[in-house]
């Protein structure tokens, strides 16, 4: 299994100073937490796209292109590209760049989503919100399978027979679909024969078994091979108070503001003693209890992939790098140990529940 981190690059009131981070010292840490994670030996470093004064990385790829001049080996990816918003061949152009530049770490990670901010921000109407990003996912795959490209569609200028360059080292460079809650969404992309990211960031992670059962087969029947991720969100400490204290004041913070936005009920204290057991969608503590709980997931979803976003709000920044340290170091190879010896044992054609 891969283990990694993905960030929003947030931009909120230091706990340790009092003061709202500046831009600057945002990027400057989120480098920092790159250049560790790669250090520790974790295998993939995402980071989201937004358009909003509370995070400062509306361009993935830019940051990921400093990232890459200060890494080895951590795979670079976007999590996500808001593609429905965005050009896909401006989108193709950036990855494949960053894949020269890194040596051939770039993943593409493209989703819907879950701001709207860049919709009005790049002229497009919110009414197109599923055809925008079926149209703009099919060029970038068309562009992706063929250096010239004749494509036309609704939402953008025709191509014909034109070239668009540079060409990735890897071909083809990887393109993960990040979903929610929609089948359609993922009997779409198992039927295209893409990764596919599931966000589980709250209620109970098993509601979500029987979608991924719909991606599987919808992939299987088109003839490809399933690839999935699970992103979450989570914190590490040594002991599970430490990281309860740390992590939970700011959780509820970032949590409870957006969801003011969105009319969602607030959360309390107590929510944090569920999400962060078994059955829930937080991983929240120390070294050992996160990796029994990816373990857990991980027999019931068989999953590819995990990434945990540490910083749902500002945290202390030396406590964010010890937790990169102690997933890198104290999770992550247990985790790989435990899933190899399980995927020797297993009887073939089978996937955990």
């Known amino acids: 299994m891969e283990i990694g981190i993905y960030s929003f690059g947030e931009r909120t009131v230091d706990p340790e100073t009092g ?10 840490r989120l480098l920092e937490e790159i250049a560790l994670a790669d250090e520790v030996g974790l295998d993939v470093f995402g980071v989201g796209e ?36 965005d050009d896909p061949v401006r989108v193709f152009q950036q990855f494949a760049t ?33 055809a925008l990003f079926e149209e703009k996912l099919d060029l970038l795959l068309q562009i992706r399978a063929a250096e010239r490209v004749t494509w036309s569609g609704r939402f953008r200028p025709p191509l014909r027979d034109q ?20 089948p359609a969404s993922f009997v779409r992309t198992g039927v295209l024969g893409l990764p596919l990211m599931l966000a589980i960031i709250g209620g109970r992670p098993r509601n979500f078994l029987p979608l991924v059962d719909l991606y599987r087969e919808a992939a299987r029947q088109a003839g490809h091979t399933p690839k999935l991720g699970i992103a979450s969100h989570g914190f590490l400490a040594p002991t599970r108070q430490e990281a309860m204290t740390l992590a ?38 120390s070294p050992e209890e996160v990796a029994e709980k990816i373990l857990y997931q991980h027999e019931r979803f ?8 540490l910083t749902v709000g500002t945290l202390p920044h030396r406590a964010v790098l010890r937790a990169i340290e102690l997933l890198g170091t104290r999770v992550a190879p247990v985790v790989r140990a435990e899933v190899a010896r399980r995927a020797s044992t297993a009887v073939p054609g089978t996937v955990g529940r």
């Not at 995070?55 to 890459?68: E, G, Q, R, T």
């Open 19 to 28: 003061q709202l981070l500046s831009p600057a010292e945002r990027i400057r």
């Open 50 to 85: 937004h358009h909003r004064p509370d995070y400062v990385v509306s361009a993935p790829a830019v940051v990921l292109a400093a990232a890459a001049a200060r890494t080895r080996r951590i795979r670079l990816t976007s999590a996500v590209t808001v593609l429905s918003s």
């Open 98 to 130: 960053l894949d020269l530049i890194s040596g051939g770490r770039a993943e593409i990670m493209v989703g819907r989503g879950s701001f709207i901010e860049s919709f009005p921000l790049f002229g497009y109407d919110l009414e197109d919100y599923d």
């Open 163 to 182: 070239g668009v360059y540079p060409r990735p080292i890897q071909d083809p460079l990887p393109i993960w679909v990040a979903v929610g809650g929609t």
């Open 248 to 285: 939970v004041p700011a959780f509820l913070a970032q949590m409870n503001r957006i969801g003011r936005e969105r009319g969602w009920r607030p959360l309390t204290p107590d929510y944090f003693e569920f999400s962060r057991g078994r059955e829930g969608a937080d991983f929240i503590g």
């Open 302 to 309: 068989g999953h590819e992939r995990f990434l945990l976003q």
